[in-house]
């Protein structure tokens, strides 16, 4: 009973190591389980590891910048592995794990607060709550800051410490985002 053994693709080619290859004749073959192993590790992101990925991608980082980071020993990856586990059990489900990192993620920056995967688990109860904080626009003129005055329907401006009425067009109105307090 002569077996024949097919060249295996690339891919799955592994290098030789002690318990992860059997001797067939003169060629090492690599073990079913050591081609299981190297089968999983060229699959797609785990969910764990999509959770961690999409907490830095909200921290401004590239798929890219993390790998190398990780390398460099800027990030330690494995830190944030134990909260994405712990997230995932409690969302159920890899999507709403990620929707509730990304909703925390925006009110934590539009509050400009720092933030962490720990950061969902604690808000998780109050996740219908949060809500990104308002921006608030004001009017300016020639960068000087305006009011307007409800009972004469009228913009001023405020000139070296000193109310005016604005006479000019409407359009030369500049509104800038001021941050609400």
């Known amino acids: 009973m002569a077996k024949t053994i097919k ?3 690339a891919r799955l080619q592994i290098p030789a190591c002690a318990g992860m290859t059997k001797n067939v004749g003169e060629a090492k073959v690599p073990t079913a389980k050591a081609l299981e192993r190297a089968a999983k590790k060229e699959a ?15 921290k401004g ?18 830190r ?7 997230l995932l059990e ?17 009110w934590a920056i539009s509050n400009k607060l720092d933030f962490s995967i720990e ?5 998780w109860l109050e996740l219908s709550k949060l809500k990104p904080k308002e921006q608030v626009k004001k009017p300016f003129y020639e960068g000087n800051p305006m009011h307007y005055d409800e009972r004469r329907q009228k913009y ?15 359009e030369k109105i500049e509104w800038r985002v001021v941050d609400k307090k």
């Open 119 to 123: 950061t969902v688990l604690k808000k």
């Open 61 to 78: 980082l590239s798929l890219e910048q993390i790998k190398e980071d990780a390398k460099q020993r800027k990030i330690i990856y494995s």
């Open 80 to 86: 944030h592995i134990r909260p994405a586990k712990q």
């Open 7 to 9: 060249k295996m693709p």
């Open 156 to 170: 001023s401006v405020l000139v070296d410490g000193e109310w005016k009425e604005y006479c000019d067009k409407e």
């Open 44 to 58: 797609k992101e785990t969910d764990v590891q999509a959770i961690v990925n999409a907490y830095f991608i909200s």
């Open 90 to 106: 409690l969302a159920g489900s890899k999507e709403k794990a990620l929707s509730a990192l990304k909703q925390v993620a925006v």
